[in-house]
């Protein structure tokens, strides 16, 4: 059974950091996209990051809105992969979905697996 299980949510004001970590058990996540999702109350859940791998190469993917403020790793030893936030904003808010197998098809439409989220809140 695969399991996906976030950590790092809190508090924090506006401009802080935050680092979300997620531990992936079950299966293998390091050749398949990971990344995370977003949703903030009463809007439509959305797409933040993404990470795969190509032989030996990286590749990162980034909202808009988050472009340049966040970044996304990995830890393949660790089967685990992060996000680190930085000069947070309130519109930030929101529960944070790390998910593993993203799909793309001309836009971030979803993933196979999914964690439960944590909170992230920013304070003005």
């Known amino acids: 059974q695969v399991q996906l299980a976030e950590t790092g949510g809190g508090l924090v004001q506006t401009g802080g950091s935050l680092r979300l970590s997620c531990a992936a058990s079950?299966?293998?996540?390091?050749?398949?996209?990971m990344g995370w999702f977003r949703q903030a109350p009463g809007q439509e859940r959305e797409f933040v990051a993404a990470?795969?791998?190509?032989?030996?190469?990286?590749?990162?993917y980034y909202a808009d809105s988050v472009k340049g403020r966040f970044t996304i790793s990995r830890d393949n030893a660790k089967n685990t992969v992060y996000l680190q936030m930085n000069s947070l904003k309130p519109e930030d808010t929101a529960v944070y979905y790390c998910?593993?197998?993203?799909?793309?098809?001309?836009?971030?439409?979803?993933?196979?697996?999914w964690g439960q989220g944590t909170q992230v809140t920013v304070s003005s």
């Open positions: 998910v593993g197998d993203v799909r793309y098809s001309g836009t971030w439409c979803g993933a196979d697996y």
């Open positions: 079950g299966r293998t996540f390091s050749n398949n996209r």
């Open positions: 990470i795969s791998r190509s032989s030996s190469n990286t590749y990162t």
